[in-house]
């Protein structure tokens, strides 16, 4: 794995996605500045992580979105590179228009900081390989614009393509109004782009990943990758 | 030594009431004239009043804080600074502050959280610490009052939305209700930061003819005499100083602790100050005065974000998000390219200078020439007339009828505004950023894990201010063994504290009684627990109309684990394990909140403090924890017994059996006393025998009080109460008083 962590000033848990990737894969992740315009010569994995890009004083992820850097992340991404946004970063990805739809304010408009549950829908990605189908892992989430909207032809189409890759649900994997705590339309918690290989989620499976801090079900996404990434070395 | 007279055609003349109008009493302005030999200047006036209000001089305050313990083999630094630093082993140091924003709170709830937050956060990692956590503490007006919820609502959004964005855990604290903070909540908030032990930054300029540099934010209007409305009691004209409170960028602070962590890594700094109460004006006066040098400002210099501001204007703004710094010359050019590279103002607009002046030019002239050191070292100093509050009488056990079931109580108590859950609030508060939280909210103290480990923070928030009002000085011991309590109950070994005191208006004597009352308790406290004050502040005249706050002097603990794997948490970790009671129960109801909000009488002398028993007991309890034996902890505080056992259930879905009370302590005062230095710790069967031995032998009161299992809490002779049901009131009251669905536990 040679991962590229994106910092746009604001960002804030790059640290912690620097750790659970050198925690997972053994490697130090290169943090790569937003005014930088390539990316780490060989790198296979771009991850975009959370925090307020730009202070996010307009709408979240629009300026970022817009730096030097996002070029060189469009064209990893359009050669078939994997790409990670997480939290901030997936509001990017959807402004950056790698991902379609939009984040909006939480439905009780407020900020919040929980353990959800996720129900992983599938297991045949790169993302999602460490995990098994219809597994319920719980991570943190922590954001005020977290609720999933777009569309209904859009949505139809990320639903027939399988491209919903992680939906809020109870402890039992049941999906459930009252566990959808942004009230994101589907319960849709990540996404896919139609090749696959960028994926964008709201909470934190960097925060979930060693046994001595309680919970490690976010280490499956990035022994996923981690192991992904070496077959294709 | 030339003065020079400073004059300015556009400065209003100084008049009588243009001197009160800052804030200073007529002896205070009479002193001025005596200090500097002639009438000062506008922009003068305005540095004065910037400097002796009692925000920034702790006129009433500073004889009496004297008698605090700061010292200790761990202590780096004491009170002083910017922030408290202790040393915690392997060259690291934990760098933490407790300040309030009680005013601008009230006033503009948001954003005087906000500024709260920020400004505390500054004060870290001016000191070369990176923040690891923030707690707070909040004190609210009754929930009936027609202002609360609004209030609640922008402060807990304000310290979110500052925190989360700059990007620390917010861990812990404290939220209470109280009529007496109908017109002027607190905001206390508290930051905690990491540092290499050897590179700590400190204020003091050294060096004649050195740059001093401004960073960070542009200075506009906002925030003008921030610090002397702070020092003043409100009236029914609070609204009318919302001009007066800050507006914070958390954006702009994330950038300037990056840059600013990134130049002192690469060692370009001499001093550094953060711009806090009164600005410019405060930052520049202390790193000359402690360096025992000059400074000299050219506010030509000073990057503004308003056209035409005045040199009055600069030095007087609370423009968040500053810095004032003097730098390596050689590293000038590199220091400025890191600033740049962060987006943030860089520009000299000073040096130092070897006449010991505080000089201020603004547009060619001489707006300022002030002695630098008697600006602060010459403040006036009070030692105010002060009454001790009258003792309250005891009230026995005996005394107090229970009203209704103890089952019944147990159940309103959970519901009640100050004992439910605070779910509701930490929720909107990222606590899990960093990766490091080990222990989230909703226990005894916060557990942040040290970088990679195995060391771990252990911290809290408290006090019980209507201990404080029935006896400041029983409150104020109470307020430090608590700390001690909750940092002991998950296994820390508690190292030093911060305390933020929080009073009425110093001019009347009965307050200024509550003030030395609570201090000498607070000392007290902290000398037999070994437990030093490393850092604090004082905000008085939190007052409306003539009516003071509950006294409350809140205190922020900082705790060691040598391995954060062996804390204890409050919940319930199997059936059939054993319920052990440390520490004597005689039934304490005076000041409980059994006695207000059950029986509705707010009386009595609160719980005594005996802090040898607190220490004996206590050390009895880490002892438990560190080696395995005790399952669960939980300090027994607001509430009881009851309450803790309660929620001690209530986090595992473990149900608890209790026996009968205590011969000769009624039941309903055995479950809701709320007598201190008590834990309830849950045990291994087989390993009862051998603690009651070992206690007794300690001289330490302990007791098996009952056993784990079930779903239901079951008080002896009382109907058992299902968990999922307490807890739903538990969960209940604070979304329902916010008018919102409860959320899924």
Not at chain 2, 156 to 161: D, F, K, P, R
Not at chain 2, 553 to 567: A, C, E
């Amino acid at each position: 794995m040679k991962a590229a962590i994106l910092l746009f000033p604001g960002l804030n848990r790059e640290r912690d996605m620097a750790r659970a990737l050198r925690l997972v894969s053994g490697n130090d992740a290169t943090i790569v500045w937003h005014a930088e315009t390539a990316l780490p010569a060989g790198t296979d994995l771009v991850v975009v992580p959370g925090g307020f890009s730009y202070g996010d004083y307009l709408r979240c992820g629009a300026i970022a979105a817009r730096a030097p850097v996002m070029e060189a992340v469009r064209s990893h991404a359009a050669k078939g590179g994997l790409v990670l946004g997480v939290c901030n970063g997936f509001q990017i990805l959807c402004e950056a228009g790698l991902l379609p739809g939009v984040l909006m304010r939480n439905q009780n408009r407020r900020f919040i900081c929980r353990d959800v549950y996720l129900r992983v829908e599938r297991a045949d990605t790169p993302f999602t390989q460490g995990y098994r189908r219809r597994q319920t892992i719980r991570v943190p989430v922590a954001h005020g614009e977290g609720n999933y909207i777009a569309d209904g032809e859009t949505v139809a189409r990320l639903e027939g393509e399988g491209r919903v890759l992680f939906r809020y649900c109870d402890p039992d994997g049941l999906i459930d109004p009252n566990w959808n705590h942004n009230g994101a339309m589907n319960a849709i918690a990540g996404i896919l782009n139609e090749s696959g290989n960028v994926l964008g989620m709201m909470p934190h499976p960097e925060n979930h990943v060693e046994e001595i801090m309680g919970c490690t079900d976010g280490r499956g996404l990035f022994e996923g990758l981690a192991d992904h990434l070496k077959r294709a070395a | 030594m030339s003065r020079q007279q400073t004059k300015n055609a556009n400065e209003p003349a100084i008049t009588p009431d243009l001197v009160a109008q800052h804030g200073l009493k007529p002896d205070e302005y009479e002193r001025i004239l005596k200090l500097i030999g002639r009438e000062p200047s506008f922009t003068e006036l305005g540095i004065f009043s910037a400097m002796w209000n009692e925000h920034c001089s702790y006129k009433s305050s500073r004889i009496h804080l004297r008698g605090l313990p700061t010292k200790a083999p761990w202590v780096i630094q004491g009170p002083g600074e910017n922030a408290g630093v202790i040393d915690i082993g392997d060259g690291l140091a934990v760098v933490f502050k407790m300040e309030s924003h009680n005013h601008p709170s009230y006033i503009e709830p948001y954003q005087g959280a906000t500024t709260g937050v920020g400004g505390i956060l500054r004060d870290v990692f001016t000191m070369g610490a990176r923040p690891i956590a923030c707690l707070n503490a909040l004190s609210f007006g009754a929930p009936d009052h027609p202002r609360t919820r609004s209030i609640v609502s922008g402060v807990v959004a304000g310290i979110g939305g500052y925190g989360n964005s700059f990007g620390v855990p917010t861990v812990g604290g404290q939220v209470r209700f109280h009529t007496r903070y109908d017109g002027n909540c607190l905001v206390n908030a508290m930051a905690v930061g990491l540092a290499e032990a050897d590179k700590i930054f400190y204020a003091a300029a050294s060096g004649v003819g050195m740059p001093i540099v401004y960073l960070g934010s542009k200075t506009g209007r906002d925030g003008i005499h921030g610090a002397t409305m702070a020092s003043a009691e409100f009236g029914e004209d609070a609204e009318e100083k919302r001009p007066t409170v800050q507006v914070g960028d958390p954006f702009a602070e994330k950038l300037l602790l990056e840059a600013c962590l990134e130049i002192m890594a690469n060692d370009c700094v001499i001093a550094i100050q953060d711009m806090g109460a009164a600005g410019l004006t405060c930052s520049a006066v202390e790193m000359g005065a402690k360096g025992d040098l000059g400074v000299e400002l050219d506010l030509d210099s000073v990057p503004c974000r308003e056209e035409g501001m005045s040199a009055y204007e600069m030095m007087l703004s609370e423009s968040q998000e500053r810095m004032l710094m003097v730098l390596r010359p050689e590293k000038e050019k590199e220091a400025e390219a890191i600033f740049r590279k962060w987006g943030l103002d860089f520009a000299i607009v000073g040096r130092t200078t070897p006449t010991l002046r505080f000089v201020v030019k603004h547009g060619g002239d001489v707006m300022a020439d002030l002695p630098i050191k008697e600006l602060g070292d010459e403040a006036p100093l009070y030692d105010r007339p002060s009454v001790p509050s009258s003792p309250r009488p005891v009230i026995g056990p005996a005394d107090i009828n229970p009203p209704m079931s103890n089952a019944e109580a147990l159940e309103t108590l959970l519901a009640t505004p100050d004992l439910c859950s605070r779910r509701w609030v930490w929720e909107q508060y990222d606590h899990v950023i960093g990766g490091n939280t080990v222990q989230r909210p909703g226990g005894d103290a916060a557990v942040v894990r040290v970088l990679d480990g195995p060391k771990g923070l252990a911290l809290t928030a408290d006090v019980t201010p209507r201990y404080c009002e029935a006896d400041p000085y029983e409150g104020g011991k109470q307020a430090v063994a608590e700390a001690w309590r909750n940092i002991t109950a998950v296994g820390g070994t508690p190292l030093a504290l911060t305390d933020n005191l929080n009073f009425g208006n110093p001019e009347r004597p009965e307050i200024m009684g509550q003030f030395i009352g609570c201090l000498r308790g607070i000392g007290d406290a902290c000398r037999t627990l070994d437990f030093p004050v490393v850092s604090g502040n004082v905000s008085l005249y939190n007052e409306t109309n003539g009516r003071g706050i509950l006294p409350t002097p809140t205190i922020g603990g900082v705790g060691l684990l040598d391995d954060f794997t062996r804390s204890a948490t409050l919940a319930f970790k199997s059936d059939n394990e054993c319920i052990l009671l440390i520490g004597e129960t005689a039934g304490w109801l005076g000041q409980s909140l059994y006695l207000r909000d059950i029986c509705g009488r707010e009386d009595g002398a609160p719980p005594p403090v005996d802090l040898a028993a607190e220490k004996r007991n206590g050390d009895f309890v880490r002892a438990l924890i560190l080696d395995g034996t005790a399952k669960a902890v939980h300090d027994v505080s607001d509430g009881g017994l009851a309450v803790a056992v309660a929620e001690m259930a209530m986090a595992s879905g473990i149900g608890a059996t209790l026996d009968t009370p205590h011969p000769g302590v009624p039941a309903h005062a055995f479950w809701f006393g709320e007598d201190q230095a008590r834990y309830v710790v849950t045990v291994p069967a087989a390993a009862v025998r051998d603690i009651l031995a070992r206690a007794e032998a300690a001289g330490i009161h302990a007791a098996r009080i009952g056993v784990t299992g079930g779903r239901a809490v079951m008080l002896a002779d009382e109907r058992p109460m299902a968990i999922d049901k307490l807890a739903a009131k538990f969960e209940g009251w604070f979304p329902a008083y916010m008018q919102e669905p409860a959320a899924e536990a």
